[in-house]
């Protein structure tokens, strides 16, 4: 946070995603001006980037304009970059040989043992071969080498092994675990800088319990909001120093994975759900927290089609901004 020339309160947001979106939305402060910053033009719905992938949905339907999104928030400019679009290619899982390697001893470890055992009896039944206790020493050209001396050929080797938080971050001089997480202090601002924050993916913040805080849409949201509660109260003199900022305190709302159709699983409160049941839950969550109503009824109307029909949509996905430099603003 700064201020501009005429001495107004200036926030300046990096990224629109769950995190910079939930904050300009949250942040009720009319005193302050908002700056948005993004590398694309619209705000993409990544926990269904994979059914664009997999031909599940085009990728208009999960994204939606940055500036439509925030054209209410009077105080609240953006600034853009160009896009660019590929193309994905069809997977035949028939003709395909899928093996899973988890180092651990079971998959999806956030989840109770039982919900675990379900997700690989229902990975088994769509034809992959879950091997877990399976460590990956070495990675060649279509070769993967396990820490127990085997190998495995394949033409395609997908890494989905942790999520790195964005580069970005190595750039800020700050310390970031091996993901690439900002060590945040507890009200989420910089250590050594108390007027900027990071939130979402970018910040490595524990749990009442001590566990990293999961980097999930939820979770952003959550800091999102705590932090647009505390610039507001710091705008308005609430606080003198950082030590009298509230500290973050994550509520863990539960979790879901799917798997295919009308495979998932769910862990809600004490509550634990599998198969369909899971996976409409799923769906459900999904579409309610997709932005727009207009991308919520051509998603609920294309899942609805590809479900009875078995056909796919679409197979174009939106990649990332170009570098050419393209910027342009607006209100
Ligand atoms: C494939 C996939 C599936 C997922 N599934 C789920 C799920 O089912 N449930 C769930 O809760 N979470 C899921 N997640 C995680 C969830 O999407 C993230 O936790 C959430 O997006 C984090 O929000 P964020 O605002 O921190 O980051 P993001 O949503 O990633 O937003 C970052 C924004 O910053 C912009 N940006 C990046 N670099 C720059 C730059 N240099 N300059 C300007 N702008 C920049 C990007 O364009 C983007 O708009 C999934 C993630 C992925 C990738």
Redesign the pocket.
């Known amino acids: 946070m700064d201020a501009n020339a005429q001495g107004r309160p200036r926030v300046v947001v ?9 904050f300009c939305q949250a942040f009720s402060c009319p005193e302050a001006d908002v700056i948005v ?4 033009n ?9 059914q664009v ?1 997999t031909a599940g949905l085009s990728a208009p339907e999960i994204a939606q304009p ?1 500036r439509s999104i925030l054209r209410q928030r009077r105080n609240a400019t953006v600034l853009l ?1 160009r896009v660019l679009k590929r193309d994905f290619r069809r997977i035949d899982p028939q003709q395909a040989h899928i093996i899973l390697l988890e180092a651990g001893p079971r998959l999806l470890p956030q989840f109770s043992a039982r919900l675990s055992s379900k997700a690989a009896a229902q990975l088994a039944a769509l034809g992959v071969e879950v091997r877990a206790n399976s460590s990956v020493a070495a990675l060649g050209e279509g070769l993967v080498k396990l820490a127990d001396g085997s190998q495995i050929q394949s033409a395609n080797i997908i890494w989905a092994a942790g ?1 790195a938080a ?1 580069p ?1 971050t190595r750039r800020l001089g700050v310390e970031l675990d091996r993901a690439g997480r900002v060590r945040v202090h507890q009200d989420l601002s910089l250590p050594t800088h108390p007027e900027a924050f990071a ?5 490595l913040v524990l749990d009442q319990r001590g566990r990293p805080v ?8 959550q ?2 909001r705590h932090v647009a509660r505390l610039i507001r109260d710091d705008v308005r003199g609430k606080h003198t120093t950082r030590n009298a900022r509230p500290a973050f305190r994550y509520r863990n709302q539960g979790a ?3 798997i295919g159709r009308s495979a998932a699983v769910a862990q809600i409160g004490g509550l634990e759900f599998s198969g369909w049941v899971a996976w409409v839950a ?1 769906l459900l969550v ?1 579409l309610v927290f997709l932005i727009g109503f207009r991308n919520k009824a051509a998603v609920l109307l294309q899942w609805t089609y590809s479900y009875f029909t078995y056909k796919p949509g679409s197979r174009i996905v939106t990649g ?2 170009d570098d050419s430099g393209h910027e342009d603003s607006a209100r």
């Open positions: 990096l990224g629109a995603g769950f995190a910079g979106l939930t910053v993004d590398r694309q619209h705000h993409l719905f990544q926990p269904l980037l994979y992938a940055i970059r999520v964005n970005l939130i979402g993916d970018l910040a999961p980097g999930i849409s939820p979770a952003a949201m800091m999102a879901m994975a799917t799923w999904h990332l901004g």
